[in-house]
């Protein structure tokens, strides 16, 4: 007997499937129920894991399940009643909602929702109906039991997703579907009359039956899916790829092990031979210059962070920051990337007088998406400069010339790269002493991890047929390129702009901007935000002058927000040992 979600909707309705089975059931059926979940959870679920991977807000998370408890607890009671069965079906219910809890928590932190996430959290609501409608069939004197599709094979009964037929000895059922996750309530039946109802593999990507002999599958962890058509296989691929990624991820931040010290350091030849690692553990000697593996390694993560060649420390990897912020633009008809916080903070600066002029980038008239440095004096031509460009723009020149003008106070925006110049300058200001001694430079440095030639991103995009004179916005984020034209959006892997990637770029290792006043990036935080690293007292200062005139809006950046920044800024500090390693 299968019942759909309005059957079960609340703990009235799960009174009445129960006795409806029991009626059934003495009249000499031999009976399986295949239950849904209780009314609106399952999509309110993968609404809420939605919501979890595009804002990141555990606090949502926390509410979420504080009402999801409370739904279940009060079908519980409202069918079961309060009795013996009662106590022990509300905590095996806290126990489900608290798996999801900590699945949903893991959504916000990664930012991201896969195929195996949706495929898991998919199952939940019916896994917390089926303890409710079994204990209530029990409570009505008919002895049930329940377990999930997967649980079953555990159970010695044997379970095929292809042809949905289950059978065990001494056991007998008739299902119509039922994927592994699905929640059987089992009556005392015998072995009888088993029946078996063959259906075709469903496409998990576009939820269509296809036949088994489709030419489009895909393995992925011990399981073969089948898909109609390409499309569908591609996307699945892709997501299966972004799996792997995720969970090697998760592995790397649950133990660092000897073998990450090997493979980040000592393969690479970069180990610097101190024996500090030796010294730390007494599963590692030094055979000759190279650090060796000796006894058991619990990965305890000593050896790789007492090494002087790893970077693992906050400051080591994205420089001294006085305060961190998630922030936006307060101003109407801001249109830049992400937040649009630099164009604001830049805005305010001049109107308030605090600025002669910034240093900033807009696109040719000529060449569309060429970067075009230019001395910026007015709220329009800062306004003109709002969103990204993926090219490296010579804005060192301009720097020059606005000096020679005889601009005093001058904002200068740029990359890492053009950030490091103007602190050499000021460092190390051989033959320029003259120059930029009456010259107040205010560094706003902006997040990279690459940039790209401009015939290459041409040649790009020219592959795709489209035109960039015809691309409104460019956007590159969570390894994906994203082109706006008009009212579509083109959506490409990074990985295809790999051939255009400025060579420099491979040995860069700052994606901060650790020597600016204040740095800016699209890491970390949810679509439509800014993450904003206040570095020197100025930057502190000024920024906090926007916020209260309203220029900005901004709150602290949260711990998993920053977690993120981390993780990428650690991927550009190692990324030269992967290119030694490829050398090599």
């Not at 309005?6 to 499937?17: E, Y």
């Not at 610097?272 to 619990?298: D, H, N, Q, Y």
């Not at 910034?358 to 060449?367: F, G, L, Q, R």
């Not at 100025?538 to 309203?550: D, L, S, T």
Request: aromatic fraction near 8%.
């Amino acid at each position: 007997m299968k019942f759909g979600g309005t059957s079960v909707a609340d703990g009235k309705k799960l009174r009445h499937v129960a006795e409806l089975v029991k009626s059934y059931h003495e009249n000499g059926n031999q009976i399986v129920v295949v239950t849904s979940a209780l009314g609106g959870v399952t999509d309110a679920i993968l609404e809420e894991a939605h919501e979890a991977s595009k804002e990141g807000k555990v606090s949502r998370v926390k509410e979420f399940i504080a009402d999801l408890t409370k739904q279940h607890h009060a079908a519980t009671h409202e069918s079961v009643g309060d009795n013996a069965s009662t106590e022990d079906i509300i905590a095996e219910l806290d126990a489900r909602i608290e798996e999801i809890e900590k699945a949903l928590t893991g959504i916000c932190y990664l930012g991201e929702l896969t195929l195996r996430s949706i495929d898991y959290l998919s199952s939940y609501g019916e896994r917390m109906a089926a303890p409710i409608l079994s204990g209530l069939i029990r409570s009505l004197g008919i002895e049930s039991s329940h377990f999930t599709g997967g649980e079953s094979y555990k159970k010695q009964i044997r379970f095929s997703i292809h042809d949905y037929y289950m059978a065990t000895p001494g056991l007998g059922v008739m299902i119509t579907y039922a994927p592994p996750c699905t929640p059987l309530i089992i009556l005392p039946i015998a072995a009888d009359s088993i029946q078996e109802v063959t259906n075709m593999p469903i496409d998990p990507i576009c939820k269509r039956e296809v036949p088994p002999d489709t030419p489009y599958t895909s393995y992925h962890e011990g399981r073969t899916y089948y898909f109609h058509d390409t499309e569908c296989k591609k996307k699945f691929d892709d997501m299966a790829k972004n799996i792997v990624r995720v969970k090697r991820s998760l592995e790397d931040k649950k133990k660092i092990s000897f073998g990450r010290l090997r493979k980040d350091i000592i393969k690479p030849g970069i180990c610097a031979a101190c024996g500090a690692c030796a010294a730390s553990c007494p599963s590692i000697i030094m055979e000759g210059e190279k650090p060796k593996l000796v006894g058991p390694c619990t990965a305890c993560g000593i050896c790789y962070n007492q090494c002087p060649r790893t970077i693992t420390t906050e400051e080591g990897l994205v420089g001294s920051i006085r305060h961190p912020y998630a922030a936006r633009s307060a101003l109407k008809g801001v249109k830049g990337q992400d937040g649009g916080v630099v164009t604001s903070l830049l805005a305010y600066a001049l109107e308030e007088g605090l600025l002669d002029c910034a240093i900033v980038t807009v696109k040719s008239e000529d060449d569309p998406w060429r970067p075009v440095p230019v001395i910026a004096t007015t709220y329009d031509e800062i306004m003109e400069s709002a969103g990204s460009i993926y090219t490296h723009s010579m804005t060192i020149q301009a720097l020059m010339n606005a000096v020679l003008q005889g601009m005093r106070s001058i904002a200068f925006v740029g990359p890492p790269c053009n950030i490091d110049a103007v602190y050499k300058i000021y460092k190390s200001p051989y033959g320029l002493l003259h120059m930029f001694m009456r010259a107040n430079i205010f560094p706003l440095g902006l997040f990279c991890m690459d940039t790209f030639s401009h015939e290459g991103i041409e040649e790009f995009v020219a592959s795709k047929h489209l035109g960039l004179e015809d691309i409104e916005s460019m956007k590159i984020w969570r390894g994906k390129i994203e082109l706006e034209k008009g009212s579509e959006t083109f959506v490409y892997d990074l990985s295809e702009l790999d051939p255009y990637r400025s060579s420099s770029c491979k040995y860069c290792t700052d994606l901060t901007a650790r020597h600016a006043a204040i740095s800016f990036g699209g890491v970390g935080t949810p679509d439509g935000w800014t993450t904003v690293f206040t570095r020197s007292g100025r930057g502190y200062e000024i920024f906090h002058e926007a916020v209260e005139m309203g220029y900005i809006e901004s709150r602290d950046l949260e711990e998993k927000e920053m977690a993120r920044v981390l993780n990428l800024a650690r991927m550009k500090k190692v990324q030269k040992y992967g290119i030694i390693r490829r050398e090599k």
